[in-house]
Structure formats: structure tokens, C-alpha cells
């Protein structure tokens, strides 16, 4: 199921964020993870297998950490590839005392942006 992107800029659960970037396998993954991939390309450049990939790859989109295209290959068909959507994470404790999670994102660019309309017009048709 493709995440919505434009709910990208929503704040995450903290604990959606730590539950993340606590797993050594989804760490791995963002550490492979220098130009947009296919799961299988990322399971072959972590090292992480495959079915867990999947599993790990849910677990980065639900805390807004990695981002889901589809990309439009030349056939006519669509292939997911996923990117890291962060360049900080930051954990603040707030006037309230109660914990807080920050992200800062990449600045997308008009093609990323098109991709990004491309995918929420798909999942309506």
C-alpha cells in the first residue's frame, strides 16, 4: 500500500520515531540508502533479506523517515522506489515537559513534487 504523500509533512509519533531508529536493520537500510531504491535493490545494498526489508521499510514510512514513489517506467508500468525524507531528527523537550519529535526534510524539487501529485492521482484511479 503506498503511503499518502502529502501527509509527509505531519508530524510523526515520537515513539514511532524511536521504535525506528532503534532497529539495526531499519538503521541499515537508511545507511544504504544514498539515491532512491527498490526494496530489492536496498535488501541487496543492506544486506538486510528481503521479506524482513519489507518490514522494515513499513516501519521508516509509518515514522515519516523514508518516502514512497511510484515511478512510471517506460512500459507503461510502475515500480516503488523509497528515499530517505529526513536530513535531522530532533528530540525536544517541550514547555509542557512532555517529549517532542522534530524532522527537517530535503527541499523537493518540481520533479519530486510532480512524482509526488503523480502518485496521490493513482491512488484514486
Not at 532497529?23 to 524482513?52: F, H, N, W, Y
Request: aromatic content about 4%.
Amino acid at each position: 500500500m503506498m503511503r499518502a504523500p502529502f501527509d509527509s509533512d505531519d508530524a510523526p509519533e515520537l515513539q514511532d520515531v524511536l521504535d525506528a531508529l532503534d532497529d539495526e536493520g531499519c538503521r541499515s537500510i537508511i545507511e544504504a540508502l544514498d539515491e532512491p531504491m527498490t526494496a530489492k535493490d536496498i535488501a541487496d545494498e543492506s544486506g538486510v533479506p528481503l521479506s524482513t526489508t519489507y518490514r522494515k521499510l513499513d516501519l521508516l514510512t509509518d515514522a515519516a523517515l523514508l518516502e514512497e514513489r511510484a515511478v512510471l517506467q517506460p512500459d507503461g508500468h510502475h515500480t516503488t522506489k523509497y528515499e530517505v525524507a529526513f536530513e535531522e531528527v530532533v528530540i525536544q523537550l517541550g514547555e509542557d515537559r512532555r517529549l517532542d519529535v522534530g524532522i527537517a526534510r530535503p527541499p523537493s524539487s518540481t520533479d519530486e513534487r510532480l512524482e509526488t501529485l503523480w502518485a496521490e492521482v493513482s491512488k484514486e484511479t
